[in-house]
């Protein structure tokens, strides 16, 4: 058997689960602890991110014509990558967050919906917050008037249907005040 027919199940492998990958990040994993290791893939695991280690020769050929393409110069040396399917910054965000702990792992780059990223952008992705985070915002942002508006209705609900004192104070002192400011004002001419 050839060497290209030994490599080419591993290449199909990596085209395989790139496919229809959201993000893919490169890392170097270079120094990490076992233990480290072993909870960097549970995280990533948790989050719905794949991690492999695999050759950079490899990776090269199966991501050939392919938006992960660009990732090529930064294969170099021992890479693991991360990929993700369904939350665009699942990858970036939770290997940014366990390099703060172990300061080994290093985030070479990543292509995240078809746009390439180096290291510095990387970590402006792992800054966004997760889709679900970001629905549970603007959830919360709803609610907010919705809860006050709510209360307001309560409290007059439990006034007998009148407004509150001070709301009804306001409402008739207004209208008095104006009229009184315009009697004091003289024409000009």
Do not use: H
Not at 95 to 111: D, H, R
């Amino acid at each position: 058997m050839a060497k290209v027919e030994l490599k080419q199940p591993i290449v199909q492998e990596i085209s395989e689960q790139v496919k229809d990958a959201a993000t893919v990040v490169a890392v170097d994993y270079r120094g990490l602890t076992v233990a480290e290791d072993t909870e960097l893939r549970k995280q990533l695991r948790e989050a719905g991110v794949t991690y492999k280690v695999y050759k950079n020769t490899m990776m090269n050929f199966a991501f050939k014509g392919t938006d992960f393409e660009a990732l090529a110069p930064v294969l170099e040396g021992p890479t693991a990558i991360a990929i993700c399917a369904d939350d665009a910054t699942a990858p970036a965000r939770v290997l940014a967050k366990f390099a703060k702990t172990a300061p080994a792992l290093e985030i070479k780059a990543g292509v995240v919906e078809g746009a390439f990223y180096d290291a510095e952008g990387m970590k402006a992705i792992a800054a966004v917050p997760s889709r679900d985070e970001l629905i549970s915002k603007l959830l919360g942002s709803l609610q907010s008037p919705i809860t006050n508006f709510a209360r307001v209705l309560n409290q007059i609900a439990e006034q007998g249907g009148e407004a509150a004192p001070a709301e009804a104070e306001a409402a008739t002192e207004a209208p008095a005040e104006a009229p009184a400011e315009e009697a004091t004002e003289t024409p000009a001419e």
